[in-house]
């Protein structure tokens, strides 16, 4: 199998410098103004403006793509996808009932000559039709310390979902023995409210300080992927035929998103080399948070709703789904880093050879604001959250490392740039603000010329 895995232990010289390479560029773009403050306050000034312009011209586009990604949501949420699910049983029959719609009609709807186009292609591909019926959706929930409290309504959330689970969804929860008392109270509770509800519940504890593994939720997930495959085995299923998602303990998918994964996986003609992302909104407690999270929670749910509408750069982020059959082959996700869910998509990109994309699936997974039991402790989480998602900076060497190892047999063009465009955002996201929001005061503090030019 091809090795995908970051480094353990001490690193190469080179991957070391990689490593530092994103910190030392922010730091680097810091000083860079302070230098040009103390040598020409005329340049500095420029530095800074074409930073400015920079923000503003993002700024511009962020709310384009704010607004459009909303009513991407809005249109997508109202369609019927069970319905639409059920037209690709039997293509022929639903294409002669489209035919007899006005195609005033047709074009009005959303998605619909998409739909119909799919449904001609599916016909004429008998081979590539897949009864939705065979495709099994198995839900991976990790769980830590949290309680019935956080879980509860994650479970009633996914008992309500407009789709079979009776007979398609089967639901993991994969709890971690570090989570002690907590999480055997409410694995138990679980047990006693939700056995039943689905076509199966299956319980999964990953062990404690196993070897070459970090804490998170990677590990966990993985140790959780073994398990889902013997099922899988054990009932005869086509690991082919099954789609893996990922959830949080507070994640609420949208009523109808196992309907529209199923249909937008059967009419994908790579599925195997692709993943499939719906839009995390950090709203499930919105109220509840403090003023400052509610704003951090909004921003970074927008970031999702602008992401979705950029399918060239979208990346896995929290919850996502993916194809047993291509998990096994990479044995499922990374135990080596705390951000399992970024890290996903690069581990997959380098396993196909760069043959890999992300399908932005537009609907939601609500998930909660970071909110703890004080105003301190509530500030001190949501630093915490930012700088794990921050820790992302750590896949830049590992890229550029395996675009350099000379076993990439992808387009090289195509990889440095996902390269370079990972590193910038890594960049910005360290040192952009900062420059903006006080660059144009360094000049003036630092040069006493430029005050009185």
């Known amino acids: ?7 353990l232990g001490k690193r190469t010289r080179r991957y070391r410098l990689l490593e530092i390479l994103p910190g030392a560029i922010s730091i680097g773009a810091v000083i860079l103004l302070v230098l040009l403050s103390f040598l020409s306050p ?8 074409s930073l400015v312009l920079l923000t503003f011209v993002r700024a511009v586009t962020t709310a384009y793509r704010t607004i459009q990604g909303r009513l991407a949501m809005q249109r997508t949420s109202a369609l019927d996808w069970a319905g639409r699910l059920d037209d690709l049983r039997h293509p022929t029959k639903a294409l002669d009932r489209y035919r007899q719609m006005p195609s005033k009609k047709v074009a009005q709807e959303y998605t619909l000559a998409d739909h119909i186009a799919k449904l001609s292609y599916l016909n004429e591909h008998k081979n590539m039709c897949i009864d939705p019926k065979q495709i099994v959706n198995v839900v991976i929930v990790a769980l830590y310390n949290e309680s019935y409290q956080v879980l509860g309504p994650t479970m009633q959330n996914l008992a309500e979902l407009d789709y079979d689970i009776k007979h398609n969804l089967v639901v993991f929860i994969a709890y971690e023995e570090r989570g002690g008392q907590n999480a055997l109270d409410t694995v138990a509770q679980i047990k006693e409210y939700w056995s039943g509800v689905f076509r199966d519940l299956v319980f999964v504890q990953h062990p404690a300080d196993l070897p070459d593994e970090v804490m998170g939720k990677g590990p966990n997930l993985t140790y959780a992927g073994p398990q889902v495959s013997a099922w899988v085995k054990r009932h005869r299923i086509d690991p082919g035929n099954v789609i893996v998602t990922t959830l949080d303990s507070d994640n609420k998918p949208d009523k109808q998103y196992f309907s529209y994964l199923t249909y937008r996986w059967i009419t994908t003609e790579n599925r195997q080399q692709c993943s499939f992302q719906p839009i995390c909104l950090f709203n499930n407690n919105i109220w509840d948070a403090p003023a400052p999270m509610r ?39 990374s135990k080596r880093t705390i951000v399992e869910d970024g890290h996903q998509y690069w581990r997959s990109y380098f396993f196909f050879d760069g043959n890999y994309e992300v399908i932005p699936l537009r609907l939601s997974i609500g998930q909660d604001a970071v909110l703890s039991s004080t105003y301190r402790r ?29 076993k990439f047999r992808g387009s090289l063009l195509d990889g440095w740039a996902r390269f370079f465009r990972s590193l910038e955002g ?9 420059i903006v929001g006080f660059g144009a005061f360094a000049p003036l503090y630092i040069n006493p010329i430029a005050a009185h030019n």
Request: glycine share 4%; charged share 10%; with cysteine.
């Open 42 to 49: 005329l340049i500095a000034s420029l530095y800074i403006l």
């Open 426 to 434: 890594h960049v910005s996201l360290a040192c952009m603000a900062p």
């Open 1 to 7: 199998m091809t090795d995908i895995e970051i480094p």
């Open 378 to 406: 509530t500030l001190k989480a949501q630093f915490i959250q930012m700088r794990r998602w921050a820790y992302g900076a750590s896949d830049d060497a590992y890229i550029a490392t395996r675009l350099m190892s000379g």
């Open 295 to 333: 704003v951090v929670a909004l921003s970074n749910s927008f970031w999702n709703v602008i992401s979705s509408m950029r399918p060239n750069t979208l990346k896995n982020f929290a919850s996502h789904s993916q194809g047993l059959w291509a998990l096994e082959q990479m044995n499922y996700w």
